[in-house]
């Protein structure tokens, strides 16, 4: 059983040990030492990383007592061997988990809630909470969180016996039946927790809640402590600096300056809308103008180059609207070609869904709609010409049909 250096003393940034066994698995290496300040994962705290010997620690575990360390190669030597943590690392670690501890409390004090997940990421950390509150709510705890870290209280770890442990006021029940490890912040709370823990809650910084969600009933919280928050502050300065200064208006104004833009750049693409309209209709004048006229019915029938497809669809439209009106349209792309048929409501012996699909064939296309109005498109974009003049000359042989 290795000695738990970590437990003695979480400030311990290099130490020296002796390998006391070896086991090579899957070409790396899991290395026991007679003691160690490397902090296996555990509790919901992630394995510390580091260095022995100056060789990588990229996992450290614990297993029936043991402590192993993963390395890719192995040490040049088993005894005095130099050990050094990944200080940023850990006490990030320390920040965020106390932050935890200090979080979970202060839902339980102020709400009654508690805490009945915990995950900590490489970027966010998150409780999951059994109830659901309000906005406000949560802003009371995150408030009342950040005054037990200004008060800077003691943090400690005890080990009670069993009389000792009915006494205590335990947030959590423990997992473990002997040798239970309760994490004391001050009189404040009184938690089993096997992570490492910083020895004063000034030193996890400010805790910060980024977001909640709903989650299984209750709310996951999403937060960051200590250095994290500070990284959390910087970006968003930055996006507020920024926003602040492309809408030039006080940051405090931002808000208010977005919800403008919104309302105006939603008049705007109206306004926009009923613009195209009228030019559509302006444009489908055009084309009323110039269209063929058969049997007393007006054919018209274009190819478009890389034009919108709900414009083209909108003017097929305008134009079907007008008595005894056929209209076959088509837009050429550089890899595809769709077509746009349509016809007035009054020839009711052609059906357009019919003559477009015999058209879509050309162009190796899918399609589909009513009588009145069909769309398609397909791969062979050489072929739009060929397949326009098919649909044509089908209207034609039942035109002449009639
Ligand atoms: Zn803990």
Redesign the pocket.
């Known amino acids: 059983m290795s000695k738990k250096l970590f437990y003695k003393n979480p400030y311990i940034k290099e130490f020296t040990a002796n390998i006391n066994h070896i086991i090579e698995k899957k070409e790396e290496f899991h290395v026991e030492l007679n003691q160690t300040a490397f902090f296996p994962e555990g509790?919901g705290q992630p394995s510390d990383k580091g260095y022995i010997d100056d060789i990588p620690v990229s996992h450290v575990y614990e297993k029936d007592n043991k402590i192993y360390h993963v390395l890719n190669r192995l040490p040049s030597k088993l005894e005095n061997v130099k050990c050094i943590i990944d200080w940023q690392t850990r006490f990030d670690h320390m920040q965020q988990?106390l932050g935890q501890?200090i979080l979970s409390s202060a839902f339980e004090k102020l709400h009654d809630v508690q805490t009945i997940g915990f995950h900590l990421g490489s970027e966010y950390v998150t409780i999951d909470i059994d109830k659901q509150l309000s906005k406000n709510d949560i802003k009371k705890v995150e408030y009342f969180a950040n005054q037990i870290v200004f008060n800077d209280l003691p943090v400690s770890a005890i080990y009670p016996s069993n009389d000792e442990l009915n006494k205590l006021p335990l947030r959590k029940k423990p997992s473990v039946t002997e040798n239970i490890r309760i994490?004391k912040i001050d009189d404040f709370d009184f938690?089993p927790?096997c992570?490492t823990?910083p020895n004063r809650t000034g030193e996890v910084g400010l805790i910060k809640i980024r977001k909640f969600e709903n989650y299984k009933g209750g709310l996951r919280i999403e937060f960051v402590c200590g250095n994290r928050a500070l990284k959390d502050y910087y970006l968003k300065n930055e996006i507020t600096n920024t926003i602040s200064s492309l809408l030039s208006v006080k940051d405090i104004e931002i808000i208010e300056a977005a919800n403008k833009i919104i309302e105006e750049n939603t008049k705007l693409k109206k306004e926009l809308k009923d613009i195209k309209e009228k030019l559509l209709n302006f444009e489908a004048v055009d084309f009323y103008k110039k269209s063929s006229i058969i049997n007393d019915i007006r054919i018209i029938k274009y190819i478009f180059e890389k034009r919108n497809f709900n414009e083209v669809k909108t003017l097929s439209n305008i134009l079907s609207n007008n008595p005894k009106t056929i209209v076959l349209f088509g837009i050429s792309n550089t890899d595809k070609a769709q077509l746009i048929y349509s016809r007035s409501k009054d020839l009711d012996k052609i059906n357009i869904s019919e003559i477009l699909k015999s058209s879509l064939n050309l162009i190796d296309g899918k399609g589909g709609g009513s009588q009145f109005a069909a769309q398609g498109g397909g791969k062979l974009s050489n072929n739009i010409n060929a397949a326009l003049n098919h649909g044509y000359n089908k209207i034609i042989e039942i035109l002449k049909s009639l």
């Open positions: 509790g988990h501890h994490v938690s927790c992570g823990h």
